[in-house]
């Protein structure tokens, strides 16, 4: 009798994570898990993974690193375990740190700016493709600097916060 309590208990949990986002978000989410699944299995595992930073420019990323983010999920990583892995780690997350953590990802060194010609290549070929216009706006609220680089902790601040932090 308590291995059935169990399951239904489980996937009690795992349905509930749907509620947590708009329809939207969740197929964003969709989109992302499928761009992940590199080989179209319908679970991500370290190949995917591997493939995943590969196609984002990292390539020499190391075995542990990988096993660190597999052993984050409590199985075989399907879509219901992805979407869950994500509710949990934004509950209560600051929308400034998540945007941080994503440019972060790009940037290994800790410099707080990337290439220009990087940031647009990557928001105009992956996910919710920017349009020209789009990234001319940008470049005209954030212009990069005379050297090509976009501060990009600066643009989530505005992002997050509506203004410019005062340069002292």
Known sequence: MAPKKAKKRAEG??????SMFEQAQIQEFK???T????????FIDKNDL???FAALGRVNVKQEEIDEMLKEAPGPINFTVFLTMFGEKLK???PEETILNAFKVFDPEGK????????TE???TQADRFSPEEMEQMYLAFPPDVAGNL?????????THGEEKDQE
């Open 151 to 159: 501060d990009y902790k600066n643009l989530v601040y505005v992002i």
């Open 31 to 33: 989109e992302a898990f």
């Open 50 to 52: 591997r493939d995943t």
């Open 112 to 119: 707080g700016a990337l290439k220009k010609d990087f940031v």
């Open 35 to 42: 761009i992940m699944d590199q080989n179209r299995d319908g």
């Open 122 to 124: 990557m928001l105009t």
């Open 92 to 94: 209560g997350a600051d």
């Open 13 to 18: 949990a795992g349905s509930n994570v749907f």
